[in-house]
């Protein structure tokens, strides 16, 4: 089903900024796609730098480290100043997600599986939509010039 950013603000309770058009058809990417301080980045691109934890049955006395997505979301990273946060939307039974992993270049937040379409919410950007397939959702980074070196975008 296609969403607009108005179900998506909807279903969620995401207030978005009034700049932004709410009747817009969100667009699905199956690639790369940014948004502000995130960035997706399909599995198989950085398959040698990050390993997420198996997706097994709990077991032995411990819980899965994998959640699905509930309809309302999953918050994936919240802005600095504590404000907007970068939300992971999905119906029902379609999307997996777990921040257990170990990316060599410690950029990443975490894992999720899709099966169907799923969305990036924010209440500055929008939204857009991820294809089905596996993604892993990473902290953008860019040069600081007065420090040399690298730090965090902010958003």
Known sequence: MEQTLASLSLQTGVTVLDHLERSMRIPVVDGLQAQGDLIVVPLHVVAGAVRPAPDEPPGFGRPSPWRDVPPEGVELLRAEAGGNTHTLVAEPGTCRWTADVDDDTRLAIGVFVA???VYLL???HG????????YVVRRQREHDRRRGGMRFVAD
């Open 122 to 124: 924010h209440p500055e």
């Open 127 to 134: 939204a857009s939509g991820c294809a089905p397939g596996t």
């Open 115 to 117: 099966a169907e379409v």
